[in-house]
């Protein structure tokens, strides 16, 4: 168009690599209203069983003022939001770390998100580089619900000059004493007739298996209409007369989605882990395409404590996603160690009721 | 995995035909808040256009507080939070009885389930058995809003001994005197200007044949949407990877869809038929699978006057849901009989106002 | 069926050109109910980011009292509430006309549509002839939200007699004077950092080509969950056994949903145009099939002062749906002309904040 853009508009080609200087904030457009709209719709798409989120009578039960939204529904529409300004022209979305997820998301809380550039390199070959960006989503009363940080891969413009380099510093883990856990709570209220489990976190170990039983396979609008309800804007999910001119001919699932249907999978065994604390770190392994079924395996890596709670404690887990074959077919799969069905490696950490000794 | 289990816990696995003792009772998992969001689903689903469930105007004007939730919609719900205990590893489901709707479900209101074992008989194979149950849906003040009966058939594990046999007494109808027809109810504010249709009661008689005319392409995305929003988590309508395996190595859509289908189909021909007062009794006669259009063909039945009301009646229907067929091309199919193009042949009992002659 | 109809029944097989009398009208079936499900559904099928339908506090902060609901999902289900009575038998929908967004619609407003029938005439084949219909929706106060005009091909009965000709005055355009604009409107709160855009009125001028980036491809379902939520029952959407027997032996993606998809998609460009006051004119240049993908691109023709107002303007654009083809790469297409990968072309105007210079 021919028009002048003023200096505060997003391009409509979206930002290239030198546009990310360190420092430099973006505050991301359309902040969203969630509503039981969205948290049926996420129910629809990935099949989530989790109590917590389907009963208000437990829900306030346990504390809460009503049902908490799904933590990874907050994750994937805060994560959208930043998707046109941080990741339009990604190449890869290379890693996560530090996602911190703090104070609940109600229906009818509004959430907007910003993002930080903390850390830029070039590529060797001089066409693309690394960009690192904190982000936070917050609610209407400025109160922090999330906050991430992430590393992509970014095209650059021809002859454009990328930033000078600065790698930031970026966490290993989450500490477990950094770990939020609503004072209101009441753990003891996740009965097990609402979840069809007693199994708590006393009764997990380090070096436990589960291979959860169901299996999800993705279809095109499947994705897509999860995409869309996140407002993740990226192409590669959407059209597929542009994905003929990619590598795989095809469009990728989001891989947020893949992380919601490995949750949702997941049920099935972690039944009472009823909120996510952090995700220490993570990566998509491999791509996912529709007409791909996604199972998953978690490893229990951790039982910890958290600070000044003897009713609720938290596993760090390791959620493998796995795709089209049965997870009990996987081996083991060593740390850092890729395999070519599993598609997500995850290292995260999941709130779960102690069980009480009287 | 390695860890043990609570005896309290559902297996990873779901039950087999040895865990069905006679009287054992199974308080399913994850009660649910119906919401609008599950309302606006189902409508986007199934195509579904009775006013009563679309107008709060309407609604109120014919007593009810508010859009009273869809009778099938919580149908499916119900029946969704029963499978992972009931029917997790059935080979097929054999029938219904004695399917009740009582109290209207609202906006807001918690669905909680169980199930008690009230039969079961061995297969002559050794291999298998079917399962009684009776299962009740209650809203948060305990208030039973639905209670039905089914049978399946479950595997048995190698080498269990399965229980002794009991049949159940099972209900041929539900008596039109205990149909439940809420006191508060106002049948005439139903006038035609929204149903478009001044065809009440007084207008069918026994023996009318219905061919609607639309017809419901089903995708597979359709229905796994549907499924997963009713939470049922039976495998055979999500893995395909899974259902290569199978006699018809591929996915089966849920029967409680198709009978969703039927009804919304039916809106064009019994536009005043406003609430499902019971299922006598029904059977998915062939497997609908996605690339399917279904049909629907209704036989009326029976008229029957509702006790202590003048200003509305009930009419018993024989719903035919048929696939890849036009139904006007369906010859008459004799009770009992078979087709191949009928996927559904259901036995029950719809509300309408009656006519009012001053 | 054998059973009578009275006389203000809709017939089953729809209505046919005969019935179409000039001054007839037709009070539409299922008023309805819109709600937050409604509005989730809409972003999950489109894609639409407009801040406005997204954030609470933004609204709020515009004087509204709430989200509105965005315009063209309050137009597509309003529209699909005229197809069981207007369009049922439709060989073409042929254009619009006099396209009015008056009062906001909030969730929790119910809509009720009317058609009146004012014009008619019998094609020379003598097997269809073309309906003009005026229709409106009111909300449950009786206040008009939207008024249309449209005309579409529609066929006869064998045997029966088409109405006498009578050619409507069609209004070439809403005048801009005619537009409605909230009176409590605060555009200036529409800030750049909910938009991602500091582009307002001042911004655009007549010429100006925008060849938004984004493209959607089409799924089956995603164009049926679409059709039915707006109760759209058009058959030639849903059936693909009948649609077997059509020109195209498929089914058509509904002409609205493209719109919307459209819509959607500009965001990235028009980002400030918050809501659409009238459509002038516009067609359906050629079918959507699932498969498709929908690429969109704006031609700026006018620029327009609002009465009354001087912090909020009026742009008049053309949209033009493109199929298939990077819209960079569609030559310019003149008014009236024809281009085989455009399936869409509009006339209308949407509302845009001006700069205000102190």
């Not at 891969?153 to 500490?175: F, H, I, N, Q, S």
């Not at 699932?253 to 919601?260: K, N, P, R, T, W």
Request: aromatic share 8%.
């Amino acid at each position: 168009m021919t028009a002048p853009w003023a200096e505060s508009s997003r391009p409509l080609e979206g930002y290239f690599l030198e546009d990310f200087a360190v420092d430099r904030v973006f505050r991301h457009a359309t902040p969203r209203t969630v509503t039981p709209g969205d948290a049926s719709l996420y129910i629809a798409l990935t099949g989530a069983r989790a109590p917590l989120h389907c009963s208000e009578v437990l829900a306030r039960s346990m504390g809460y003022r009503a049902c908490p939204v799904d933590d990874l529904l907050v994750f994937n529409i805060a994560f959208g939001k930043t998707v046109p300004d941080i990741s339009y022209n990604a190449i890869a979305n290379l890693g996560y770390a530090d996602v911190r997820f703090r104070e609940p998301v109600y229906a009818g809380d509004t959430l907007s998100c910003e993002s930080r550039v903390i850390g830029v390199k070039e590529n060797s070959n001089g066409k693309s580089g690394v960009v690192y960006v904190s982000s936070t989503a917050v609610n209407q009363h400025g109160t922090e619900v999330l906050g991430w940080d992430r590393w992509v891969m970014v095209a650059r413009r021809e002859g454009a000059t990328a930033p000078a380099t600065v790698l930031p510093p970026l966490a290993d883990e989450v500490a477990a004493s950094d770990f939020h856990v609503p004072r209101f709570l009441q753990p003891a209220a996740l009965d097990p007739e609402f979840t069809g489990s007693s199994r708590l976190w006393d009764d997990y170990a380090p070096g436990d298996v589960i291979d959860h039983p169901g299996g999800m396979t993705i279809e095109e609008s499947d994705h897509m209409l999860a995409t869309r309800l996140y407002q993740n804007t990226a192409r590669i999910h959407f059209d597929a007369h542009l994905a003929q001119g990619n590598q795989f001919k095809r469009r990728l699932v989001y891989g947020g989605h893949v992380i919601s249907l490995c949750r949702a999978l997941s049920y099935d065994g972690l039944e009472n882990a009823f909120a996510i604390a952090a995700i220490h770190g993570g990566a998509h392994a491999n791509p996912t395409f529709a007409g791909d079924t996604i199972y998953c395996r978690h490893v229990v890596t951790a039982r910890e404590a958290v600070p000044k709670r003897r009713d609720v404690g938290a596993l760090r887990l390791r959620m493998l996603g796995v795709k089209n074959l049965d997870p009990r077919a996987l081996p083991a799969v060593g740390e850092g160690e890729k395999h070519p069905a599993v598609v997500l490696d995850l290292d995260y950490s999941v709130l779960i009721p102690r069980r009480q000794n009287p």
